[in-house]
């Protein structure tokens, strides 16, 4: 099962309100994705603790229905 | 011994370990290709270890890390990220400084 880049768009954002999302379907396949999400709940975080956010707020997807997320994250400018 | 302590004595005891798709002579995914790359171009010296061999080992290491997918890399028994991390941190170059600092030989580019 394959999800949609408004699925995951609205995961992340119910876990970060504020966030800035923008989301790529790399195959064209609902199931290789990349993402770039910037949010002020990043501040202060390493890579690693910014990404494993993402993965929260995508409720244990990634790996399983969602094969691949190539994740980008940062703080607004 | 447990998965989690298998896991906890191999990055523990290795300076630099991959946990990956295939091995770093043969990669099974592209993602674990690329780590590869990265690691023999720098020349760092790791270990490998194949998660498609064992199921265990496969969701043991996603346990262990709190991180839903494979590639990993540790270095020093710290976590240091997956695929996009890693060649983030090698593209701007931090990636060099972290092996270095933590005493490791890492090729420099010529002309740098």
Redesign the interface.
């Known amino acids: 099962m394959a999800m949609t880049a408004g699925e995951i768009e609205a995961l992340i954002k119910a876990a970060l309100p504020d966030a800035r999302i923008e989301i790529r379907d790399l195959a064209g396949d609902g199931d290789h994705y990349s993402a770039t999400v910037l949010s002020e709940a990043f501040r202060g975080k390493s ?2 603790q910014q ?2 956010l993402v ?1 929260a707020a995508l409720r ?1 997807q ?3 229905q969602l094969h ?1 997320l ?3 994250t940062g703080v607004p400018e | 011994m447990s998965i989690d302590a298998f896991i906890d004595s191999e990055v523990k005891s290795n300076d630099v370990v991959l946990f990956m798709k295939g091995t770093p002579q043969f990669p099974m995914c592209g ?1 674990s290709g690329q780590v590869v790359q990265i690691l023999d171009y720098l020349g760092v010296p790791y270990k490998g270890l194949n998660v498609l061999e064992n199921d265990e080992l496969r969701q043991g290491i ?1 346990d262990y890390s ?5 590639p990993q890399l540790y270095v020093k028994g710290e ?7 890693v060649r ?2 090698f593209q701007s170059g931090e990636l060099q400084v972290l092996l270095t600092e933590s005493g490791l030989p890492v090729n420099t580019p010529a002309g740098a």
């Open positions: 890579r690693v990404h494993q993965y244990d990634v790996g399983g691949a190539a994740l980008q | 993602f996603k709190n991180w839903p997918t494979i976590f240091v990220g997956g695929c996009d991390i983030e941190m």
